[in-house]
């Protein structure tokens, strides 16, 4: 059963994702949306990052009180 959700999973978001980037040829936020994350993948893979731990934090007051966290970690390695 679990094959049979993961294998509709990949079809739907392969779906969605050439319905984007089909979109993304006549809708103009679509195609910020994809060059948004071209740009990204392309920051990210500028650093190199040995073993790094990623944090989400939706707000900036969600960042604030999770930087003790941060700091933390960063004093540790």
Not at 9 to 24: A, E, F, P, R
Not at 27 to 44: A, C
Request: a positive charge; hydrophobic letters at 45%; charged letters at 20%.
């Amino acid at each position: 059963m679990d094959q049979l959700y993961f294998i509709i999973y990949n079809i739907i978001v392969g779906l969605g994702q050439t319905v984007l980037y089909c979109g993304s040829l006549f809708v103009p936020k679509w195609r910020k949306i994809i060059t948004g994350r071209v740009e990204s993948k392309q920051v990210i893979d500028h650093f190199s990052f040995d073993n790094p731990i990623w944090m989400h934090c939706a707000s900036l007051g969600e960042f604030e009180q999770g930087r003790p966290v941060i700091e933390a970690i960063k004093a540790q390695r």
